[in-house]
């Protein structure tokens, strides 16, 4: 039995999962924790100082908890903020002279192979379908045609990128929503492609912003079982909170304080994936990169 942790340095949000694993590839999750840091709150472009700190504060407290539950073997990915922010060396050495901790930064491509390998870890691959993950500063898309991944893409369109370029009013404006349809149409002519003639059994959002329409239709969130939503239902959920203010959705049950911020723009980022691809339901799961990554460690 081998103790895993793996370490997710995402555009918004850092996670840690540190597991228990059989050499049948079995594990059995020991901690699981989340912070909001914010990379990519400000664009891409570069890293605030007030997110450097909050990294480096939560790295060190991820690495007691790698020492604490005494992991054999860990990996710390980063992703889209680490790959593009013109000041991503400095929170990297910074981590490595501070904490001790080399971070590997992966590609989008790599990081839409290791999505897939993550869900597939609990949705049977039978049919056609599309696999898309929000991040705060990339969105990754892999097209699923007969089980196989047939073609996949990283998109510099993660919610903290179009907060910061589109989203300026509350509630947020018919203009500024107009502005982001046109910004995401225009960045997923590939996806509209190769999706055209593929009839979509389920787009199936990996975890983060999808967690929402769970939580707000008072559905639990399974940490190991895929999900489904009636479209209908994710669409009052979207209208909701698209028409809302911050106040307004900083009230709302089911909906956490950390995706108050961001989750309007995500609302119309899928509301456009799903009127592009057309798909029969929503599919919800809690497994993705992290997943993928641990699929690779006992293999």
């Excluded at 370490?7 to 918004?12: F, K, P």
């Excluded at 790959?83 to 910074?94: C, G, L, P, Q, Y």
């Excluded at 895929?226 to 909170?241: A, C, D």
């Excluded at 509301?271 to 339901?281: F, N, S």
Aim: without cysteine; aromatic residues 6%.
């Amino acid at each position: 039995m081998d103790r895993i942790g793996i370490i997710d340095l995402g555009s918004n949000t850092f996670h840690i999962l540190i597991v228990d694993i059989d050499k049948n590839g079995v594990f059995d999750t020991i901690h699981k924790e989340r912070s909001f840091v914010g990379l990519a709150e400000e664009g891409l472009q570069k890293i605030s100082e007030k997110a450097i700190i909050k990294g480096v504060q939560t790295l060190t407290h991820f690495k007691s908890l790698l020492e604490s539950f005494h992991v054999s073997k860990f990996k710390i990915t980063g992703t889209a903020a680490l790959r593009s922010a013109e000041n991503k060396d400095i929170f990297i050495a910074t981590v490595r002279e501070q904490i001790g901790l080399d971070i590997e930064v992966i590609q989008g491509d790599r990081e839409a192979e290791l999505i897939f390998k993550g869900v597939s870890m609990l949705h049977p691959m039978t049919g056609n379908h599309l696999i898309m993950d929000i991040g705060g500063g990339s969105v990754e898309f892999i097209l699923v045609e007969n089980g196989l991944n047939s073609w996949s893409k990283s998109s510099n369109i993660g919610v903290g990128v179009l907060h910061s370029a589109f989203h300026n009013s509350e509630p947020i404006s018919k203009k500024e929503i107009d502005n982001i349809v046109g910004f995401i149409h225009d960045e997923l002519m590939d996806l509209r492609s190769n999706a055209d003639n593929v009839e979509i059994d389920s787009l199936i959002g990996a975890s983060g912003s999808f967690e929402v329409v769970e939580s707000m239709n008072g559905n639990p969130i399974y940490s190991n079982k895929i999900s489904t939503v009636s479209l209908e239902n994710y669409h009052q959920v979207s209208s909701r909170i698209i028409n809302a203010s911050f106040e307004e959705r900083n009230r709302m049950e089911g909906l956490p304080s950390s995706r108050v911020k961001l989750i309007v723009v995500a609302m119309i980022l899928i509301d456009v994936v799903i009127e592009m691809i057309q798909p029969k339901e929503l599919r919800i799961s809690p497994y993705a990169l992290k997943e993928g990554l641990l699929s690779e460690l006992y293999t």
